[in-house]
């Protein structure tokens, strides 16, 4: 089978590409290379329909000394289909342009497919508001690759395009860098998490806690009874939405000290009802309240949005001094992957003094973590 060898090793869209086609077969000397198949909108795709089912790329003596450069215009799958050859010259002919002087062909060996993949430039929203940023990173086939500024034209898995101050603070972050580092080499399917495992777990643990009173977390029992029941399971976007979204408002309502959930008090007054917490006159858990975020299964990211921001606020209240003593059985499993970064974003936005990220002064960051400054 003819094989192929690339600079860069992994190349992207509208960047030079160098193929350094090697043959295989014994006695090979020749070779063609057809593409048969390429991302919908390429130039290529164009070529096949036009080209009886295939395009010709590449047809020499291949090795080092002869490539095949192109610039791929779409990132994807591209196969290719390879045919090697055995090539002479004859006897010579007997006069001059006698055909029987041309070089003989041979086919060596079947024809061979090969996929070939071009890394697809990717981007999903972080933030809420007008906090905003944006996760840069390439996939080639099924896993997240990192890209070089002097190589591809850019440095990824990033955190770019911040909207605000805030958010550029947020993107340098160390824990936020760093997350984004952690993407590199990864599968793709695994690094966006199993959001429904994910917030059942949740929903679980939160539940667990909540329910417990009589001195041991809290001073009454906060009764969860319509989360576990009716919302574990969720596979779809749909109901991890759904799911996500009651957790959220049951939680808000929880650390404001308002009424238990059951048959009796359906009405959850905001505050009111049975005393949850109640330690050194501390009742509300304002300082670990949620931002802003709705998760919405027509907006995949306000879903790892407002997980993130639920695992950041949860977590710091489980401990909080609010409560008899602290919860440390309830603990949320840490994430990993894109959840992670969503999470260590959102904690940046919620931070009442943001840790100043490399090259920023801790007044400046306060100023614009805390008053909404703008530098200017």
Not at 294 to 308: F, L, Q, W
């Amino acid at each position: 089978m003819t094989d192929y060898s690339y600079v860069p090793t992994l190349p992207i869209a509208n960047r030079p590409c160098t193929v350094f086609v090697q043959l295989q077969g014994p006695s090979s000397n020749y070779v063609r290379v057809w593409c048969v198949a390429a991302p919908e909108g390429s130039s290529l795709a164009s070529r096949i329909t036009s080209g009886n089912s295939r395009a010709l790329v590449y047809e020499g003596v291949a090795g080092i000394n002869a490539p095949w450069r192109f610039t791929f215009d779409r990132g994807g799958r591209y196969q290719l289909l390879s045919q090697e050859y055995i090539q002479d010259g004859g006897w010579g002919g007997g006069y001059e342009d006698d055909p029987r002087g041309a070089p003989t062909e041979t086919k060596n060996g079947d024809a061979e497919t090969d996929d070939f993949y071009v890394m697809q430039r990717m981007t999903q929203q972080l933030g809420v508001g007008d906090d905003r940023a944006t996760l840069l990173l390439y996939v080639g086939n099924t896993t997240i690759r990192q890209t070089l500024l002097a190589v591809h034209g850019e440095n990824s898995p990033a955190v770019t395009g911040w909207t605000s101050d805030r958010a550029a603070a947020a993107a340098k972050l160390a824990a936020v860098t760093s997350a984004a580092a952690a993407l590199i080499d990864t599968s793709a399917a695994t690094s966006l998490g199993s959001l429904g495992s994910i917030v059942d777990a949740m929903i679980g643990k939160f539940v667990a806690h909540a329910n417990n009173g009589g001195g041991t977390w809290h001073q009454n029992a906060d009764s969860q009874t319509d989360l576990g029941a009716n919302y574990v399971g969720s596979t779809a976007l749909v109901g991890i939405a759904s799911a996500i979204n009651k957790l959220r408002l049951r939680f808000s309502q929880h650390i404001q000290n308002s009424k238990e959930n059951d048959a009796t008090h359906p009405e959850y007054q905001i505050p009111g009802g049975i005393t949850i917490h109640d330690q050194s006159s501390l009742k509300f858990d304002l300082k670990n309240a949620l931002l802003p975020v709705t998760a919405d299964a027509n907006d995949p990211p306000s879903i790892y949005a407002a997980i993130g921001d639920f695992w950041r606020a949860y977590e710091a209240h489980r401990t909080a001094a609010m409560h008899e003593t602290s919860d440390t059985t309830n603990t949320l499993t840490a994430l990993t992957g894109i959840p992670l970064l969503h999470k260590e974003f959102m904690a940046s936005l919620a931070a009442i003094a943001p840790t100043p990220p490399p090259g920023q002064s801790t007044g400046a960051a306060t100023l614009i973590g805390t008053g909404g400054f703008v530098e200017t």
